[in-house]
C-alpha cells in the first residue's frame, strides 16, 4: 500500500487555531520509514491477522493536534512516536477495511470482554496486534508502545493484554 504523508492548512486549522510550519522534515522522515519498511509491516500484520488492506494508496495528514485512523492522521510529535502512531493507526484501518468488526471472532471478543467500555475492546486487539508485529520489527519500542497513553480504555487493554492468550485465540492471531 502507498501512503502519501501531507499537510492541509484547512485540516490542521480546523483542529486547532495556532499556525504551524509546514513540517516538511516529517513528511520526508515518515515516507521513508514507510518506503523502507512499510512492505515488511504488511506482511507481518498479514501473518498475525490474515489480513491484506483493501486499499491501494492512502493520505496520511500530519497535524498538532491527534493521531486518528479516519482520515489517517498523525500528529507531529517525537518522530518514533509518530511511527508508532502510525502503525497504531494502520492496524485500525486494517480491521476496518476488511470488515473485521463484523467477524464471529470479533463478536466473540465483544462477548467475552462485555464488561469492558467499547474502546477497550477495540484497543485489546489493535494493541495486540501492534505488540506482536514491534515484537518482531521494533523490540526497542515495546515498552515506549505500551506506556504511551494514559487514556484509561488504553491503560485497561495493556492490563487485560498481560496475559493475552485468550484474545490471542478469539482474533485467531498468529503469535510465530
Not at 14 to 37: C, M, N, Q, T, Y
Not at 94 to 117: C, G, H, P, R
Request: aromatic share 10%.
Amino acid at each position: 500500500m502507498d501512503i502519501k504523508f501531507t499537510f492541509s492548512v484547512p485540516y490542521q486549522a480546523s483542529l486547532s487555531k495556532r499556525g504551524v510550519d509546514f513540517p516538511a522534515h516529517e513528511i520526508e522522515v515518515l515516507s521513508d520509514f514507510w518506503k523502507k519498511d512499510g512492505k515488511l509491516i504488511e506482511e507481518i500484520l498479514k501473518k498475525i491477522t490474515g489480513l491484506s488492506f483493501v486499499e491501494k494508496s492512502i493520505k496520511c495528514y500530519l497535524n498538532t493536534e491527534s493521531s486518528i485512523s479516519d482520515p489517517l492522521s498523525i500528529k507531529i510529535e517525537d518522530i518514533d512516536e509518530m511511527k508508532d502512531g502510525l502503525i497504531h493507526e494502520l492496524i485500525h484501518q486494517l480491521i476496518v477495511q476488511n470488515a473485521f468488526d463484523s467477524t464471529d471472532q470479533w463478536k466473540m471478543l465483544n462477548k467475552e470482554y462485555a464488561e469492558e467500555v467499547p474502546a477497550t475492546r477495540v484497543h485489546l486487539a489493535v494493541h495486540r496486534i501492534h505488540y506482536l508485529l514491534a515484537q518482531k520489527l521494533y523490540p526497542h519500542r515495546l515498552k515506549k508502545i505500551m506506556t504511551f497513553s494514559e487514556w484509561p480504555a488504553y491503560v485497561r487493554s495493556w492490563e487485560i493484554l498481560e496475559h493475552p492468550e485468550k484474545v490471542d485465540k478469539l482474533l485467531k492471531l498468529s503469535t510465530k
